[in-house]
């Protein structure tokens, strides 16, 4: 089965960035963190909620880009080149970047940035949940995803997914009556990035 009207509708990964693997409570298994080049890992404090989502296991973790390192990347290997959709979760928990302005970064895909001085918290408050959902055509073998400081705080990433149109091989398909990244606030930004 596949989702209504989704144009993607297959999952080649579910990235739990800066955590283990964690099996969701929609039944969506997502894989340890993996394919980073750097950076540190963060966690929420025991029993904090992360507001906006029911997915706790990826929201109160995190992989972040101290200043001393190369730029945080994610270079995520795919069967063909093909348009993909990504889907990048975020959330800030830090205590000392509680308010709008004290974590900003930009956000490439391909090396075209997508989502330049990107704040969480100006965008969907401190200590929830934030969506960002765009589509890419690659042409190679990796979708590589960049994390670029703006001398404010570190970059961080709590989790990626993969969205194809075909099934390939380890794939999966959603649950029929779920949306595709259930349920956490959703801004949708898209570029037509082609290398």
């Known amino acids: 089965t596949t989702t209504s009207g989704n144009r993607y509708p297959f999952n080649l990964y579910r990235i739990n960035c800066g955590g283990p693997a964690y099996l969701d409570p929609f039944g969506n298994q997502w894989m340890a963190d993996a394919f980073f080049n750097t950076g540190a890992i963060t966690t929420a404090p025991a ?3 992360v507001t906006g989502t029911q ?3 990826v929201y109160t973790s ?6 001393a390192t190369p730029s945080l990347q994610y270079t995520i290997p795919v069967p063909v080149a093909a348009r993909y959709q990504i889907v990048l979760h975020f959330a800030d928990f830090y205590e000392g970047t509680n308010v709008p302005g004290t974590r900003v970064f930009d956000v490439s895909l391909q090396g075209q940035v997508i989502l330049p001085l990107l704040d969480i918290v100006a965008q969907a408050g401190w200590g929830a949940a934030l969506v960002k959902r765009t589509t890419v055509q690659v042409t190679g073998t990796a979708i590589t995803i960049g994390f670029t400081h703006e001398n404010f705080d570190n970059p961080a990433i709590c989790g990626i997914e993969i969205w194809s149109r075909t099934p390939w091989p380890g794939a999966t398909t959603p649950p029929a009556s779920l949306p595709t990244s259930a349920p956490a606030p959703l801004v949708t930004t898209t570029t037509t990035t082609t290398t």
């Open 47 to 49: 029993g904090f909620v």
């Open 62 to 67: 995190a992989r972040w880009d101290p200043h």
């Open 55 to 57: 997915l706790q296991g």
